[in-house]
DNA sequence: GATAGTTTCATACAAATGTTTGAAATGCAA
DNA sequence: TTGCATTTCAAACATTTGTATGAAACTATC
């Protein structure tokens, strides 16, 4: 057999036997009876059990962050040079989350994989999620061009729960079916991502003014009444 | 010894443990020669590992919730009968926040403990927050109180934004560190829940409208633009 | 202080797991 | 075909792990 052959049979019941049943209850064993192959085709072809993971989960990641900067470039080009702030978040939550929610994502062995990393944490994707602040450092850029008058905290913290919703999203959406019996569409993806990107730009420019009176954030200050919005 | 003394010390020891080196990396051996009791005296007194993590994992559950509802109740009775919508997330986020961040947490073994079961993710842990759902249902309850109009969608995605944002910031606390270069206070436990509270609260009254229009969420409907704020 | 119930202890068990080994098979170029 | 490198294979290795056992030590009650 090829030995690429090997290789890929190998990473394809990874990925689906992960994506089914969880890092904890897959050994090794089961992959290499899933794929057909020997038990030491695996350290053979990968090294190490954590290299196998590590190559499953680059690779997804790899083409989410990827999707992430071609959505962020057009939106720059569209805007020339400048994106708006919310085509900024829409770019960075909308990969993810496309990539792992709607009904035709339901049996995607990528996705449930990835749902599976997010919520599962196992060594080899924390040291590599690890390196994922380079990534969002570009994003953050991108948002202090789009909004420059405003302070970088506000930024960081806007990012921040951008990516909490839409992480937290994938991760809980049985959850949250179960919470709302079913109400809330896990399966409009369109209308999750703009939820999380309005709610987003709303956080990001709340409490800014036109340019006279300073940029002060009403919600650090504190209570936040009605009138306020 | 005294049977309790015993059992106080292996519930210390793991929870030390757990929380400095996290679930994959103790082995029950580990907690026992930290404890400095036998081996056996685990299962002893626990019946199995898994019931020990559980124990652990429970007794803290049980505090936060209980504050949780302690502090919606006291809103409840400051409103006569009615919380605002703005206490009623308050007391969602306030208490897991204030038990997570801090300086003066930094040093708590509790603290750490549930952070790092809020990473990682073990079969027994998993298996109790199962159960949170009926203890969220109580605030979905007081939602609806508090905003009689409003779909009940909308209240579902307001409480699941809310949790988002206040466990990804406990969760993902280094990363934002690293990520704003120190610029974001995760110390300043106050002003963060000032800030999830004020977003989640502009989500959940954005497109609302006194009385006479039907109440329009504008960020379902499409793009939001400056002029919707 | 004898007895019954509880707790501790050293040790063994049994199973699972990632990894290694060395030979056999296969592929491929000269 | 020969020779060399790559790949596959069965088997064994070496630990690690949670759990169980049965005797010993301890405690409290009568």
Not at 59 to 71: A, F, G, P, V, Y
Not at 179 to 203: F, H, P, Q, Y
Request: hydrophobic share 40%.
């Amino acid at each position: 057999m090829a030995s690429d052959q090997t290789r890929s049979a190998i990473l394809a019941a990874a990925e689906r036997l992960y994506a089914d049943r969880g890092f904890g209850d897959v050994t090794l064993r089961d992959i290499v009876a899933e794929a057909n192959v020997n038990l030491a085709a695996v350290n053979y072809h990968f090294g190490s059990k954590d290299e196998l993971i590590a190559e499953l989960f680059v690779t997804r990641s790899i083409q989410t962050n990827r999707e992430r900067l071609n959505e962020l470039k057009a939106a720059e080009e569209r805007g020339g040079g400048r994106a708006t702030i919310e085509d900024i978040i829409r770019a960075l939550v909308g990969p993810p989350l496309r990539g792992c929610l709607g009904p035709d994502r339901e049996g995607s062995t990528a996705a449930r994989f990835m749902i599976r990393a997010s919520i599962e944490s196992v060594p080899p994707i924390r040291r590599i999620k690890n390196r994922e602040v380079d990534h969002l450092r570009k994003f953050a850029a991108a948002m202090r061009r789009a909004m420059p008058g405003r302070d970088d905290t506000e930024l960081y913290w806007g990012l921040h729960f951008a990516l909490a919703m839409a992480h937290h999203t994938i991760r809980e959406k049985e959850r949250l079916l179960r919470l709302s019996e079913g109400k809330c569409d896990l399966d409009d993806v369109r209308a999750i991502i703009d939820r999380v990107v309005s709610v987003t730009v709303m956080a990001l420019t709340a409490g800014e003014v036109p340019a006279s009176k300073p940029a002060r954030p009403a919600f650090v200050q504190g209570r936040l009444t009605r009138q306020d919005l």
